[in-house]
């Protein structure tokens, strides 16, 4: 499979955050464990990290639990396993007598080469995949937040046709208010111009009683005096 230079960058970058994310991980759960690990330590664990990821030889050994020393990756060849694991973990085919060893590291590069490009395809189609996943996520967030944004126009058009009603309202209130104050004013003054005229009717008929009191009086005052 041939990948381009970006596909091949992005794959490294990809490797890359893959390994740190690894060795912060590991450092967590040693520190979890009540150990340390020091500066010099998680590079040794990094560096036998990138060596997993790059060589399937290494990959396995790590796997396996059986490195006694960190391992390392110079970008070229299978990774050195010698001296690094407790027993081998993968058998060195004999050389034919008839190749040389040249012959011999050449096969186990282009091997390399080919796994490298076979696990490079996998990811490649992977992050094709989680980005499709998140295209579509993508898609469905926008979708919400239109519909979410239709759902807030319509409450805001409801709440302001609400609010015009409260104030309509508040304002027929007040206006009935004023009105009621109005009306319980000019009940009083009725009430006091009609008080006001009982007293002065009463007053009236109070001196309409003595006139006519008097006039009795005056009129048996002259009958007495004809009689006389």
Same mark, same amino acid.
């Given at each position: 499979?041939?990948?381009?230079?970006? *596909?091949?960058?992005?794959? &490294?970058?990809?490797?890359?955050?893959?390994?740190?994310?690894?060795?912060?991980?590991? %450092?967590?759960?040693?520190?979890?464990?009540?150990?340390?690990?020091?500066?010099?330590?998680?590079?040794?664990?990094?560096?036998?990290?990138?060596?997993?990821?790059? @060589?399937?030889?290494?990959?396995?050994?790590?796997?396996?639990?059986?490195?006694?020393?960190?391992?390392?990756?110079? &970008?070229?060849?299978?990774?050195?396993?010698?001296?690094?694991?407790?027993?081998?973990?993968?058998?060195?085919?004999?050389?034919?007598?008839?190749?040389?060893?040249?012959?011999?590291?050449?096969?186990?590069?282009?091997?390399?080469? %080919?796994?490298?490009?076979? *696990?490079?395809?996998? +990811?490649?189609?992977?992050?094709?995949?989680?980005?499709?996943?998140?295209?579509?996520?993508?898609?469905?967030?926008?979708?919400?937040?239109?519909?979410?944004?239709? +759902?807030?126009?319509?409450? &805001?058009?409801?709440?302001?046709?609400? *609010?015009?009603?409260?104030?309509?309202?508040?304002?027929?209130?007040?206006?009935?208010?004023?009105?009621?104050?109005?009306?319980?004013?000019?009940?009083?003054?009725?009430?006091? %111009?009609? @008080?006001?005229?009982? %007293?002065?009717?009463?007053?009236?008929?109070?001196i309409r009683d003595r006139a006519e009191a008097?006039?009795?009086?005056?009129?048996?005052?002259? &009958?007495?005096?004809?009689?006389?």
């Open positions: 499979m041939n990948l381009s230079g970006d *596909q091949l960058r992005e794959l &490294g970058r990809q490797r890359n955050l893959l390994v740190a994310a690894l060795t912060r991980q590991a %450092r967590g759960l040693a520190h979890a464990e009540g150990h340390d690990v020091s500066t010099a330590v998680a590079e040794q664990v990094e560096a036998t990290l990138r060596a997993a990821v790059a @060589d399937p030889g290494a990959g396995e050994a790590l796997r396996a639990g059986r490195l006694t020393a960190a391992l390392s990756y110079s &970008g070229m060849g299978p990774v050195d396993l010698d001296g690094a694991v407790a027993t081998p973990v993968r058998a060195a085919a004999p050389a034919p007598a008839r190749r040389p060893r040249t012959a011999d590291r050449r096969e186990a590069e282009e091997q390399r080469r %080919r796994e490298a490009a076979e *696990q490079a395809r996998r +990811e490649l189609e992977q992050a094709r995949r989680d980005a499709e996943e998140a295209t579509a996520m993508a898609r469905d967030a926008e979708a919400a937040a239109q519909t979410a944004g239709a +759902e807030v126009t319509a409450a &805001g058009e409801r709440r302001d046709e609400l *609010q015009q009603r409260v104030d309509r309202l508040e304002r027929e209130l007040r206006r009935a208010r004023r009105e009621a104050e109005e009306s319980t004013a000019a009940v009083s003054a009725a009430e006091r %111009r009609r @008080d006001a005229a009982v %007293r002065r009717a009463e007053t009236a008929v109070a008097r006039v009795r009086q005056l009129a048996a005052a002259a &009958g007495d005096g004809t009689g006389a």
